[in-house]
């Protein structure tokens, strides 16, 4: 069990380009997260995944945010037309839901720049 | 999500314990008490969590108010190691998908 893991972990990208992240949780967790922490701040929750369903969007999300979790493993984040204002952390956590209080295991973080 | 109120910052030596409050005067009753923490340019991590009563764990300890208004996180002996952020946070069990609403934390430096 390698943890999670989170790719690239440093994007620097150009106002208006779209930039994709990569999430790879826990094997056997069902649950993901994805959240966006900036400079100071705590993270703020942006979206869940059970399985493969996307259940729970923040507002945060704009509709410049997309995210998918195809077959219930790896997920996606992106961001289309790059603002300043997205640069951020964005971190991935997952979760193992078993009836139980599930603890949620982060990874190290994408950290996006947007010039 | 339920408020929790934690000082800015606080200062350790090191080897010396330390004690980090949280208040959470509107606590409900389905509502666990999570606490993580955050390592320089790392991700937060799971430290410990309890529901009424004390917890302890090989991180550190939870003291819960009799009311639940209040808990405080016990490190027993700070190193070096543990200066971070820690948050705590509530989550109410009974809401699907249990997502983490953090709050500005407490900044832990520990002096050597």
């Known amino acids: 069990d390698t943890g999670v893991s989170q790719d690239p972990r440093h994007k620097i990208t150009k106002r208006g380009q779209n930039v994709t992240f990569r999430c790879d949780p826990i094997s056997e967790h069902n649950r993901l997260y994805w959240y966006r922490q900036t400079l100071g701040q705590g993270p703020e929750f942006l979206t869940y995944?059970?399985?493969?369903?996307?259940?729970?969007k923040s507002r945060l999300l704009s509709d410049r945010f997309s995210a998918e979790r195809p077959k219930g493993s790896f997920s996606t984040l992106e961001i289309q037309r790059t603002e300043q204002g997205d640069s951020a952390m964005y971190l991935c956590?997952?979760?193992?839901?078993?009836?139980?209080?599930?603890?949620?295991?982060f990874g190290p973080g994408t950290r996006l720049t947007v010039l | 999500d339920a408020k929790t109120t934690q000082p800015n910052s606080m200062e350790s030596n090191e080897e010396e314990p330390v004690h980090l409050p949280c208040n959470h005067s509107t606590i409900s009753g389905t509502d666990y008490i999570h606490w993580y923490r955050q390592l320089p340019s790392q991700g937060p991590e799971y430290v410990i969590h309890g529901l009424t009563s004390n917890v302890n764990n090989r991180m550190a300890s939870l003291a819960i108010a009799e009311d639940r208004k209040s808990s405080t996180l016990i490190l027993h002996r700070a190193t070096l190691r543990d200066a971070a952020v820690y948050y705590c946070?509530?989550?109410?069990?009974?809401?699907?998908?249990?997502?983490?609403?953090f709050g500005g934390g407490t900044r832990v430096l520990v002096k050597p």
């Open positions: 956590a997952s979760s193992l839901e078993d009836g139980s209080t599930d603890t949620q295991y």
């Open positions: 946070i509530l989550r109410d069990e009974r809401a699907a998908g249990n997502k983490l609403t």
């Open positions: 995944f059970q399985n493969e369903a996307q259940l729970e």
